[in-house]
């Protein structure tokens, strides 16, 4: 049961390319780690799976749906796949709990009441629900990334991208992040995450998947992984 099918996906900005051709697909429940050097396509290549940036050949399916440029299959699609970034990307002005909030109540029509009760259970989810009506600059930086995977997940997604989530991050607070990541695993969420962090990558992924050149040039479970120098 694949989640995810890429076939031979390009991309390029201007005359550069950035992505060269890459064809995985991701099975429902798996955990794929994405590594590699700087530039080698990495965020290109999960910003592609949710039309953050569009490619210009190849094919990519999304839970059954195809990545084109129908808006409604790309509305379907970011419904369906929850993004979080090195910065946490909240709205300043908003409440915790609002940041939460807003795109259950704008665009799955959820009653204000209903979602407001569903932002807490995610706030209790990832630890934090002490928070909901601090705005995030009152937060620390692993809180704030709390917010922004429990605001992913108020949509209900399928699938969770990260991009670099521990990043920014100082050394507790990253470990904060990685056990909220580490949760989501063991619920058998869908998950691609671009990290650095290798004890993540060996204690939690099924595959690593490395990018150079904008080409993936291995992919393979942790254990062969590691011990394939
Ligand atoms: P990684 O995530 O592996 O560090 P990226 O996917 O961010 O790499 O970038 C891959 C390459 O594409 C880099 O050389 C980067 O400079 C280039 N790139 C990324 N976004 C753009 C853009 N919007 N315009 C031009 N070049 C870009
Ligand atoms: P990250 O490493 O977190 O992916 P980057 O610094 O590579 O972030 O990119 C930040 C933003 O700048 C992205 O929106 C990316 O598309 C854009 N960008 C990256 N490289 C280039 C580039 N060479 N020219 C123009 N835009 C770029």
């Known amino acids: 049961d694949n989640i995810i ?20 697909t991701v099975k429902r429940g798996e955990v794929v780690v994405i590594i590699g050097p700087s530039g080698s396509g990495k965020s290109t290549f999960i910003r592609t799976l949710n039309r953050l940036e569009q490619h210009q050949r190849g094919e990519i399916f999304v839970d059954g749906i195809e990545l084109s440029n129908d808006v409604r299959n790309v509305d379907a699609i970011r419904r369906d796949v929850g993004m979080v970034f090195q910065s946490f990307n909240l709205f300043p002005h908003l409440t915790v ?12 029509k959820l009653p204000a009441r209903e979602a407001e009760a569903i932002a807490m259970e995610l706030l209790e989810r990832v ?10 600059a009152q937060l620390s930086g692993g ?11 108020a949509m209900q ?13 100082d050394p507790e607070m ?14 058998h969420m869908t ?7 290798l004890g993540f990558a060996r204690e939690v992924a ?5 990018f150079d050149e904008g080409q993936i040039v291995e992919d393979q479970p942790p254990d062969e992984f590691f011990n394939n120098p």
């Open 191 to 197: 998950i691609l995450a671009v990290t650095h962090e």
């Open 157 to 169: 997604p399928n699938i969770m991208l990260f991009d670099e989530p521990t990043s920014a991050l």
């Open 127 to 136: 630890g934090i629900p002490e928070q909901a009506d601090k705005y995030p």
């Open 5 to 24: 099918v890429c076939n031979d996906v390009h991309k390029w900005f201007g005359n550069f390319h950035a992505l060269r051709g890459i064809s995985t």
């Open 143 to 153: 809180q704030q990334q709390r917010v922004a995977i429990a605001r992913a997940l």
């Open 206 to 210: 099924d595959r690593i998947v490395m």
């Open 97 to 108: 709990l609002r940041n939460i909030t807003l795109a259950p109540i704008k665009v799955r």
């Open 174 to 187: 990253i470990k904060e992040v990685l056990e909220v990541m580490h949760e989501l695993a063991a619920s």
